[in-house]
């Protein structure tokens, strides 16, 4: 269970990382003061299917007033094409209304073409932002639009575009085009498909409970001596034939998929997405996406409620169930009383189990709090299958439980 922590942890500051540098990437270093209004994109190079963003700064004594024609691009853009500049044009029925945004003398904006990826930036190539005012025209940085890596690639096609496909299909099938139901059941498939490894690894966290208190007492008898301590734990852990990273497959499995969920929750559901559907659903509408549930949680927004109190409970549900001991029938013989040393050694164990069984829960709902409701209804559906295989999977423990001697005192 330690173990699972730490992995747990690490993949939670590996999300956090992932998710910083796709989101808010550092602003290049462009003089926005060189003009009257300063356009710089945060970016001077993109691999082809990345969010651009534009930074502008008003230098005018005045406030200048943008006008978001939200079913339009933001500001103009431009290719560099065939020795020249052409601007480049895309129209998407959303569901929004236009806007206005004034910008303070000193000030800045940053506007986002997350809507506009594939649609404006469709060719590899060399672009500008342009935005006209009172007549006068003023330009960004050139940028250019590259071919994605080997490992974006990797990820794209193994990860984010069967799982984003298996969504946009099941919502396309279901009744309203029902985004929840759609989680739901991509959260069931998922469970399903991972069902025996993950029993495997509940049966090996169990095993890792049951030699604790062994590989206590090795640390106790080899105290300073790491090299016997290493050799007597892999001893230990080949006669009970335990793996003690076989409990966290299951959980590094499920990280990427967390991921391309979240992304595709937080970005895939507009229309500029469907250059990354299949051929055959690319007619779908991404504006009859039902996003809601029960009708009062919209699964593209954060919810800093209930989401994250339900997904705590649930954790702490299984953790629980996890971490309980097993039952054993007993036979009381009287003997003179002896200390149990093994109960002294598992005693810091123990101790650390029940600080984590509150520990590791609160950390997924602040996790949930700062996500789309939609990956907090993976997670607790998700969370709520482990529980049932949980419980399965200790009344199977119990039965194969032997009779044992309880020595007790006089």
Not at 238 to 246: A, D, H, I, M, W
Not at 388 to 405: F, G, M, Y
Request: proline share 4%; with cysteine; net charge neutral.
């Amino acid at each position: 269970m330690k173990k699972n922590l730490l992995v747990f942890l690490v993949i939670f500051v590996l999300f956090s990382l992932i998710s910083r540098s796709c989101g808010n990437n550092t602003s290049i270093e462009t003089t926005l003061t060189q003009d009257n209004i300063g356009l710089a994109t945060n970016k001077i190079t993109y691999a082809y299917g990345k969010e651009v963003k534009i930074e502008v700064q008003n230098n005018l004594a005045e406030t200048v007033t943008i006008d978001d024609q939200c079913h339009s691009e933001p500001l103009d853009v431009y290719q560099y094409k065939d020795d020249s500049w052409l601007q480049v044009e895309a129209y998407h029925d959303l569901d929004c209304t236009d806007a206005q945004y004034a910008v303070a003398p000193g000030e800045s904006i940053t506007l986002s073409y997350s809507n506009w990826v594939y649609s404006l930036f469709d060719e590899l190539g060399i672009y500008r932002i342009e935005f006209s005012l009172e007549g006068q025209t003023y330009y960004s940085n050139e940028f250019t639009i590259e071919a994605p890596g080997l490992l974006t690639t990797f990820w794209r096609e193994a990860f984010y575009s069967p799982i984003y496909n298996t969504l946009i299909f099941l919502i396309s099938v279901l009744p309203n085009h029902s985004l929840a139901l759609a989680i739901i059941l991509v959260t069931l498939i998922i469970r399903t498909i991972l069902l025996i490894p993950s029993q495997h690894a509940i049966r090996s966290q169990r095993k890792m409970q049951d030699i604790q208190p062994k590989l206590e007492e090795v640390k106790r008898k080899y105290a300073g001596n790491q090299e016997k301590i290493a050799m007597e734990t892999m001893k230990i852990w080949q006669e009970n034939k335990v793996n003690p990273l076989g409990s966290c497959l299951p959980l590094l499995i499920q990280f990427p998929i967390l991921i391309a969920l979240f992304y595709a929750i937080k970005e895939g559901l507009n229309p500029d997405k469907v250059a990354l559907l299949y051929e055959f659903q690319k007619d779908f509408s991404m504006t009859s996406i039902d996003t809601g549930l029960f009708g009062i949680f919209d699964l593209t927004k954060i919810d800093i409620y209930f989401f994250p109190i339900a997904v705590g409970i649930l954790q702490f549900i299984q953790m629980r169930l996890a971490l309980a001991k097993k039952s054993t029938k007993k036979i009381a013989e009287k003997k003179p009383a002896k200390k149990n040393v093994k109960q002294d050694l598992s005693s810091d164990m123990e101790q650390a189990n029940k600080m984590m069984q509150y520990f590791m829960p609160l950390m997924i709902a602040f996790f949930t709090a700062s996500i789309p409701s939609g990956v907090g209804l993976y997670w607790g559906t998700s969370t709520l299958y482990g529980i049932i295989q949980q419980i399965v999977a200790n009344r199977e423990s119990t039965k194969k439980e032997p009779t044992i001697k309880v020595i007790e005192k006089e």
